[in-house]
């Protein structure tokens, strides 16, 4: 099991950047698949990015590629998402979360509390 933590979010001016740090804690934090989504108010929880349990592979939504960069240190248990080129439609509460499984299997099981990013116009 792992619990995670999430800090870093805030308000920032449209144009301007944040990175989110997500604290995990636990065993085996190098075995887990970690990504982050995101819920912005009224809206279902989407898919905002993923890396490989490695940190070699990494995976994006069209909607945040190019702007935001997922990576992970695993000495430290630490997953991270640079957030560049905010727009205001990122404005949402953003989550870490950390898989189990692996192919057909694989689900987000353990998820941390949030932190809020507000992107003003």
């Known amino acids: 099991q792992v619990q995670l933590v999430e800090s870093g979010g805030g308000l920032v001016q449209a144009g301007g950047s944040l990175r989110l740090s997500c604290e995990a804690s636990g065993r085996a934090f190098s075995t887990y698949d970690m990504g982050w989504f995101r819920q912005a108010p009224g809206k279902e929880r989407e898919f905002v990015a993923e890396?490989?349990?490695?940190?070699?592979?990494?995976y994006y939504a069209d909607s945040v590629k190019g702007r935001f960069t997922i990576s992970r240190d695993n000495v430290g248990n630490m997953v991270y998402l640079q957030m560049n080129s905010l727009k205001p439609e990122d404005t949402a509460v953003y989550y870490c979360?950390?898989?189990?499984?692996?192919?057909?299997?694989?689900?987000?099981?353990?998820w941390g509390q949030g932190t809020q990013v507000t992107v003003s116009s």
């Open positions: 979360s950390a898989a189990t499984g692996v192919g057909s299997r694989k689900k987000y099981t353990y």
């Open positions: 890396i490989s349990h490695h940190g070699g592979s990494s």
